[in-house]
């Protein structure tokens, strides 16, 4: 079964600070790693995303750090503002010729003003 | 606004009825995609087209499940004698052919069996 594992389920964080979430997989091979942005009744929204061949990728506040030997990658939101509180999907993509995502279960996030 | 439309954007139905729902991808966008989104979890794949073909199917699309793209343009989604556990959120996606790994969302159809 291809799973991606994410975490913290939920995540409070106040106003300047740094959000982290965390995903792992296991068991086979992907080659994109998204991550999405979901606001309550809307759809997800891509974020930012990396490929294996890169550890780390940064657009504004957002950077994503990848350990490919860990079968790790993560999501840094630098300067968290209130604005930021969503939930927050990380993703793969198989390599194995498939076009589907398998997403996370998602981590909550609320900054506090 | 170009994304993803879908419609409608919620639907109640009682258990046992017929219902469908469209999407229209972003315009020139060569591959759709079904996704289904419970409650506290991420977006599940059900369905994905290049086209107007059909190239992918979940384990999680049973036999009341059916989804169309007749001219490779708008897709529909029908579920035929619905069941409580279908309640949730029906996303579709869209891409490019070009780009394989940009998938953009709808805002989805929120379906309450009763």
């Known amino acids: 079964q291809q799973q991606v594992k994410q975490s913290p389920q939920s995540l409070i964080v106040q106003k300047g600070g740094i959000s982290i979430i965390n995903c792992a997989y296991e068991n086979t091979a992907f080659d994109y790693f998204p991550w999405y942005q979901q606001f309550p009744g809307k759809g997800p929204a891509l974020l930012i995303a990396?490929?294996?061949?890169?550890s780390e990728k940064k657009e504004g506040r957002f950077t994503i750090s990848f350990n490919k030997s860990a079968k790790q990658f993560s999501l840094h939101i630098m300067d968290s503002q209130p604005g930021d509180s969503a939930t927050y999907f990380c993703a793969a993509m198989p390599t194995s010729g498939t076009y589907k995502y398998i997403f996370g279960t998602g981590t909550r996030l609320k900054v506090l003003a | 606004d170009t994304g993803v439309s879908q419609d409608p954007r919620h639907k109640i139905t009682k258990r046992g009825q017929n219902v469908t729902f469209r999407c229209d991808p972003i315009s020139e966008h060569n591959r759709l995609y079904w996704y289904r989104q419970t409650l506290g979890q991420g977006p599940e794949f059900l369905t994905y087209f290049q086209n107007e073909a059909q190239l992918e199917k979940s384990r999680l699309l049973s036999d009341r499940f059916s989804a169309e793209r007749p001219k490779g343009s708008f897709s529909t989604l029908e579920i035929q004698r619905t069941e409580q556990g279908d309640s949730a959120m029906y996303l579709c996606?869209?891409?490019?052919?070009?780009?394989?790994?940009?998938?953009?969302f709808g805002p989805g159809t929120r379906l309450t069996v009763t």
């Open positions: 990396i490929r294996p061949d890169v």
């Open positions: 996606a869209s891409s490019r052919l070009a780009v394989r790994y940009e998938q953009y």
